[in-house]
């Protein structure tokens, strides 16, 4: 499911390469724009086209260049991806070298190398938002002498977080959401079934990244199980059981990490669930709704249940956060939602706190 296809911006990516064919591109890119759009991969799919041995232009996928990306050996490109590597911030020691953390590979040990290859060395800095301080202005020095036939991509949802300093020394590159068609064709050619498809595709307003982590998060049976509460189908304690129970891949070194973004990404689908019925209560068009499918068929409740909702939802997102227990987490979450109902029916029997 990790498919090198799922990216779009095609168009930019283009751009790019025929600039390094001129001699034209900078050293230093800032890939900015929403998250979840395909940032990381469209700079990790940059860096194979400037490596590749036809190019600069897309990977041609057959020469030892492309092979050698495939295979996570290609010694002129330096990836930093604080989500693989479990890293909630990027440390200074990962940037230029430090005498307490001696032998871990550093941008700055990395460019201070000869091209292998003799052509471009690439440096791919994901999520660089989440670098301290000290990391950003160590990175500084180095893109202000970056060295030849050297590009440096960074990679950000929320590029003001980065030091100005940083920011005016990148050539900035916004990447927009591809688009909710375009992502149920990409989830679809990535074997998603097409309605399925469409849905994450909604969910995630457009943003294949998203998308897919959302199926990755198993939120097909998360948001069937939460509607199944708003529409008092579901008991809310079965259904906080069954999401306890339920599969899927998420973040975290260890099971209690695990089990937190589990719950955390469980908290995020029901809070968007609320807001779009909260939406629905002010008059916007369900078509116009991400989750609007279901809300026509449901009828109005009222704003002020609705609200409550959202007032508990937000707590429980912050209770995440703060390392309370999961399942009691689960719990008022889907307590939350099954007031809704209870509102909407007249009555809050049955509904226990
Ligand atoms: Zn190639």
């Known amino acids: 499911m990790s498919s090198p296809e799922l990216i779009g911006h095609e168009d930019v990516l283009a751009g790019l390469w025929t600039a390094a064919g001129a001699g034209r591109l900078p050293h230093a890119l800032l890939l900015h724009g929403p998250r979840g759009v395909g940032k990381y991969r469209a700079a990790l799919r940059l860096a194979a086209g400037l490596l ?12 030892p260049a492309c092979a050698r990306g495939r ?53 791919c800095l994901r999520d660089f938002d989440r670098a301290h301080a000290a ?4 990175l500084l020095k180095i893109l202000e002498e970056p060295g030849e036939a ?50 994450l595709a909604r969910w995630s307003e457009g943003a294949p990244g998203r998308a897919h982590e959302l199926l990755r998060e198993g939120a097909l049976e998360t948001v069937e199980l939460l509607s199944g509460v708003l529409d008092g189908r579901i008991a809310p304690l079965t259904a906080s059981a069954r999401l ?42 369900p078509a116009d709704l991400a989750h609007g499918a279901a809300l026509a068929a449901r009828g109005r409740v009222g704003a002020r249940p609705v609200a409550r909702a959202v007032d508990a939802l937000l707590r429980a997102r912050q209770d995440v956060e703060a390392n309370l227990s999961p399942p009691g987490i689960l719990d008022r979450t889907a307590l939350a939602l099954a007031r809704v109902n209870a509102a909407r029916r007249g009555t809050t029997e049955g509904v226990a706190r």
């Open 52 to 63: 590749c041995e036809a190019g600069p232009g897309p990977p041609c996928e057959r020469c």
């Open 71 to 123: 295979a996570g050996s290609q010694a002129d490109l330096f990836v930093l991806d604080p989500t693989a590597e479990e890293l909630e911030t990027i440390p200074i020691w990962r940037v230029t070298p430090r005498h307490d953390h001696p032998g871990v590979e550093t941008v700055e040990a990395f460019l201070s190398l000869r091209a292998r290859e003799g052509g471009w060395r690439v440096v």
């Open 135 to 138: 990391a950003q202005n160590a």
């Open 150 to 199: 050297t590009l440096l991509v960074l990679e950000s949802s929320r590029p003001r977080q980065l030091l100005e300093t940083i920011r005016s020394r990148c050539v900035a590159v916004r990447l927009e959401a591809v688009g909710v068609e375009a992502t149920a064709e990409l989830l679809a050619d990535a074997g998603v079934e097409r309605a399925d498809a469409l849905r």
């Open 244 to 285: 306890q129970e339920a599969g899927g891949e998420f973040p975290g070194a260890t099971d209690a990490a695990r089990a937190r973004s589990k719950a955390r990404a469980a908290v995020v689908c029901a809070l968007e669930l609320a807001r779009d019925l909260q939406r629905f209560e002010h008059g916007v068009e």
